[in-house]
């Protein structure tokens, strides 16, 4: 008889044969390879640390910031920076997927050489290294476009995110194609964000939001949702507040769903329970993403695979809810026909 686990298996197999994934919420340095992190860090004398880094068990979302500390100290050089974007996409892209829309944070270290423009550099280095020019055009194995990340913790002044929103303008012609906002959600307020990203979207970038992902922010979520980003991250808190929740529901904003991280994070006590099956009830629009593949020991084929143990999805709701992705991402428009047409096959776009 097969176990739950075999059943898991088989249909995470299922959905990397079909070769239709797509994910638009990754965090670079969250997906960074075991043995490449591993190496990193051993050359520079953290090799332990690392190691220890590997979660064996659920840690709260402010605990798991701890962990990008030391990631980020062993993967910012620009070498490392190229290699691990570059990887990261292969990895999707074993894992069945076709089109990836990475984010990351631009960082300066100085010591190493690295400036927030140098970094960006390598990123989309690393993107062409493993999909072509400007990340390529839809008809690759892969494709992906790149997301500039505010970090909420330490992009803590209107110059710090000017100078984001001013990087990303000036490398749309690579693969830059929209804006994030993260990082530590209890650091800095709506209102320091607001204009800089009004004026990115005004200069036609996509931005995706980090929205209700800690208790008691129904004010700001409220404020978000109202300005109405492209798309929303997570959104755990912002099912569980009646008002929040008739707002999103009545901005139709699509929601970047990660099933493992909230449920590794605590901050749904189990998948059974996470806010996947009430958003799916309601039609809100969703995607299914993996966050951190590193981080939560995840892909994205796995997150399916959970969906579908315990949300009842079969293939074809995968491919589906694939699809609709594609149409949330902020790929320019040819290439999104493009890669619609692959994941439908021979159903019309
Ligand atoms: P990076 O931007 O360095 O490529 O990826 C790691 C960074 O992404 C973290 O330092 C953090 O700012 C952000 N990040 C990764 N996962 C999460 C998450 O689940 N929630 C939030 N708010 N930020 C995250």
Not at 266 to 290: G, M, Q
């Amino acid at each position: 008889m097969l176990s739950s686990g075999d059943a898991c298996a088989r249909f995470a197999s299922a959905v990397r044969d079909m070769a239709v994934g797509v994910d638009v919420h990754c965090h670079i340095n969250g997906c960074v390879r075991d043995d490449t992190l591993l190496e990193l860090a051993s050359a520079r004398g953290l090799g332990e640390e690392a190691r220890a880094l590997v979660l064996d068990a659920p840690r709260d979302l402010m605990s798991c910031f701890e962990i990008f500390k030391l990631i980020h100290e062993v993967c910012t050089t620009r070498e490392a920076v190229r290699r691990i974007a570059r990887e990261v996409v292969m990895d999707f892209a074993a894992d069945g997927a076709l089109y990836v829309e990475l984010r990351t944070t631009p960082k300066n270290a100085p010591e190493r050489g690295v400036t927030k423009d140098s970094y960006v550099e390598a990123v989309l280095d690393g993107v062409e290294d493993a999909c072509g020019v400007g990340g390529g055009d839809g008809t690759g194995k892969i494709t992906a476009r790149v997301i500039l990340s505010i970090d909420r913790g330490r992009d803590d002044t209107a110059a710090k995110i000017n100078e984001t929103i001013e990087l990303a303008l000036r490398n749309r012609h690579r693969g830059v194609v929209g804006i994030d906002l993260s990082g530590d959600p209890k650091a800095g307020s709506w209102d320091m964000y607001e204009p800089a990203l009004q004026r990115a979207r005004d200069a036609g970038l996509g931005i995706a939001v980090h929205c209700g992902e800690v208790a008691n922010t129904e004010d700001e979520q409220r404020q978000i949702i109202s300005w109405a980003p492209d798309r929303l991250g997570h959104c755990v808190f912002t099912v569980r507040d009646a008002a929040c929740y008739d707002a999103l529901r009545a901005s139709h904003i699509p929601v970047e769903l990660c099933l493992t991280s909230n449920v590794f994070t605590k901050s749904n006590e189990s998948y059974a329970s996470h806010h996947f099956k009430i958003l799916r009830r309601d039609a809100v629009p969703l995607c299914i993403c993996t966050d951190d593949t590193w981080v939560f020991r995840t892909t994205l084929s796995r997150e399916c695979a959970i969906a579908h143990t315990h949300f009842g999805l079969s293939l074809e709701d995968i491919r589906s809810i694939m699809a609709d992705a594609v149409r949330f991402s902020f790929v320019e428009t040819p290439v999104k026909t493009k890669l619609l047409a692959r994941i439908q096959g021979d159903t019309a776009s």
